[in-house]
């Protein structure tokens, strides 16, 4: 078996890992990714329930929750974990209002994907 890191070498924000000391970097990207991710789940279950504070709690809950806490020790991981809130948002606008937020989805979708680990072979 090879070892890998999951560079993801197509996803942008990878790039901040990259430019910055590895140690800072790597720690950055992983907290903007947490609250990337936990602001995208409040926006989903604001637009779901329409209550602040089950919005809020959702937020937190994705953010703190045990899976978010281990996917911190891969980058990959993380970054693709906090996307998907946001692909379930866009996919479900495209599919209710089509038109412009179609290739919404489609760039939130591809983002996900570019930052998917690939197994080793």
């Not at 140690?23 to 950055?28: A, D």
């Not at 990207?29 to 926006?43: A, D, K």
């Not at 970054?79 to 089509?98: K, L, N, Q």
Request: glycine share 8%.
């Amino acid at each position: 078996m090879l070892a890998q890191w999951n560079t993801m070498p197509l996803y942008p924000p990878a790039l901040l890992y990259l430019i910055l000391p590895l140690t800072w970097g790597l720690s950055v990207f992983s907290l903007i990714h947490l609250v990337f991710g936990g602001t995208g789940m409040y926006l989903l279950a604001r637009k779901w329930t329409t209550d602040p504070l089950a919005a809020g709690v959702a937020g937190m809950a994705f953010s703190f929750s045990g899976i978010a806490q281990n996917f911190l020790m891969w980058p990959s991981h993380i970054a693709t974990f906090s996307w998907m809130p946001w692909v379930v948002m866009a996919a479900t606008e495209a599919c209710r209002a089509g038109g412009r937020r179609v290739p919404v989805a489609a760039l939130a979708g591809a983002l996900q994907l570019l930052a998917v680990a690939r197994r080793a072979s």
